[in-house]
């Protein structure tokens, strides 16, 4: 680990560390840390601090971090709060330079306790020192230069590659006992407290090229800075995977109906769209995290989604199979010349052709010999392990068998020992050996395909953002006048003018006050044409019966101009005017949108139109700034993608148009910061290289005085 700030080197590898209120009763946190640091084998010297007590645990203590023979890296903070700022001061006088601050009663308890803790952030970074907390659990670090476990946590680790920051030091304690249980070593814990001064990005930074950690693992409440974590995750996701559960769902779901793009986004959607974008694996549970962080950390990576599936009994075969599928990884019948050499090596009766199923008489001898064909086999990017112990099979040498396969590390192998005479010693015996081991055969398969899901992370294009030559001048102006008229949400011809400037494809329309007019305009056009209502706050125009289409002369939009004032009559409103298009055949109606989250700022969302977004929601959502490689994952990732690909015979919907599409309102969003939500409802998409439009669409600017 070699963080580039000195007061982080002193807070995850320090040198010597003094533990202020280490306490002389044994079941105290003081005395616990203390404890902790001196039995992991703390590299440096240990200094208790505390004004009543000579010694504590044999180590003589002294008064205050002032009267130390010699200064330390490193002050973990354990003394009731009326305390700390003075030990702060006295850290600060005695040339420490970094703090773990357990002591809790800030932010956490309120108005009182925040103003305390923001005091204690300008008394550190005052004094130049980093600070872990307060209201944490402590830091480990394992590596053998500096053995440090400076948390009261029972467990000990177990050392190992990943990196854990948790937001939650209560979870701590149960993060550090299953791991060790699971056989997933620790190199460096965080518990990062209220995170007042070390944020979770600073950590990132300092494991993103740290040798010893493969995999970072993440509890998260809060993003302090999304964009700044949006940049380093982007990086470091390259390099090594990163898993994330983020708890603390919030309200800000619930939004005025204005678009649909602004009542379907909400935080929720935000951190989805932001972890999926930088390549963070979010997980749903601690469970999930910690099922995939031990594939990750302990076994090479699939190259593709093609798994064997070796085992000794039908069922679990056949739901590790379901599962794999589900997930979209593929058991794939085996090659000839694998099914040959499988039946040479086992009983008759086995099927070799995938799942290899070896029956419940297979032993250690017969495990061996068809992972020695399997783990060769071309054509197969993983290996998923079953065994379910039957009494006469000697678990430890179906363990063993597994063991030496895993040696040569050619392709993933997960393993999965059920059943009461699996032998916790076997189960040991692989976890140790490197081999995760799995209760079920559904989790295995799920971690298996976590594997591939990383590995195509890896292997994800950088994409570039957009640049497309547009008319920023005419956008400005656009939006001035409508400031300048104090209206936030923009007219029809307004928004025609701003999409327009970006180069997107808005329909001719014209305005009309009167049937009259909206004949002139429909003559104008050329029929056949469509005819809109537009009142003030009409948003489900075609629920309001506000839409007619394909009106052929001037007497069907005259009829369909009467209907539509009748149909508004009852809003109570001033009578509607009319917005007169031509009528568009054919394609497909998709969504296109903007909002924007209050802390993680534009949302772009693109779905498909019509019942699919009002009905089915299948939109997906991307932060600012986006790539085309992301625009284009935006429009394959929703579940109606098929239909846009010409599912059924259909015609196959111009992908190119959708991508560019996106792109574009992304680089006007980009540029006009001030805009808060746009709806392009119906965006509609025709075959392959022929043109789309936008049909209708409604905008909005945040309000005036607000800061973008
Ligand atoms: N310098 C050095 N030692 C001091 C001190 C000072 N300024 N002031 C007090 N001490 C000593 C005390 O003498 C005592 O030692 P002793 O037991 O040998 O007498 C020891 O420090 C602890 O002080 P005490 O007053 O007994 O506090 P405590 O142990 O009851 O509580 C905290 C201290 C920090 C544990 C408590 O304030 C707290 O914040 N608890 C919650 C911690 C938590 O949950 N954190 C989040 C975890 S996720």
Known sequence: MSPADPGLDALLRPRSI?????????????????????????????????PEAGSILSIRAYPSLRELPEPVDLAVVVVPRREVPAVVDDAVARGVRGLVVITAGYRETGPEGACAEAELRDRVRGGGLRMVGPNCMGVINTDPEVRMNATFAATTPLAGTA??????????????????????????????????????????????????????????????????????TRRVTRKKPVLAVKSG????????????????????????????QCGVLRMRSLHEMFDLATALALQPLPRGNRIAILTNAGGPAIMATDACVERGLEVPELPDEAQAALRKVLAPEASVRNPVDMIASADGARYAAALDVLTRVEGIDGLIVLFVSPITINAAEVAQAIIAAGRARRRPILTCFMGKEQGAAS??????????????????????????????????????????AVDRARARATLDGARAAGRETLETAEVAALLGAYGLPVIPTRAARTGAEAIEAASAIGYPVVVKGDAEGLVHKSDRGAVKVDLRNGDEVALACRDIAAALAGSGGPAPSFLVQPMVRGGHETILGLSHDPQFGPLLMFGLGGIFVEVMKDVVFRLLPITDVEARAMVRSIRGYPILAGARGGPRADEAFLVEAILRLGQLAGDFPELEQIDINPLIVGAEGSPGAVVDARVRLAAAGSHR
Request: glycine fraction near 10%; proline fraction near 4%; hydrophobic fraction near 45%.
């Open 18 to 50: 003094a533990v202020v209120g280490a306490s002389r009763r044994s079941h105290s946190i003081g005395h616990q840390i203390l404890r902790n640091l001196v039995t992991f084998g703390f590299t440096g010297p240990v200094y208790p601090i505390n």
């Open 163 to 232: 990196g854990f920051m948790s937001q939650s030091g209560a979870l701590g304690e149960m993060i550090l006992a299953h791991a060790a249980q699971i056989g997933l070593g620790i190199a460096c814990f965080v518990s990062m407290g209220n995170k007042t001064d070390l944020s979770g990005n600073d950590l990132l930074e300092a494991w993103e090229d740290d040798p010893r950690i493969n995999v970072v693992l993440m509890y998260l409440e809060s993003f302090g800075n999304p964009t700044r974590f949006a940049a380093i």
């Open 249 to 276: 769902r919030s309200a800000q779901g619930a939004r005025a109906a204005f678009s649909h793009t602004g009542s379907l986004a909400g935080a929720e959607v935000a951190v989805d769209s932001l972890m999926e």
């Open 427 to 468: 189960v040991e015996a692989l976890r140790q050996a490197g081999l995760p081991v799995y209760l079920f055969p559904e989790e295995t398969a799920r971690a298996m395909a976590g594997l591939l899901r990383y590995q195509r992370i890896r292997e994800r294009e950088a994409g570039k953002p957009a640049a497309f």
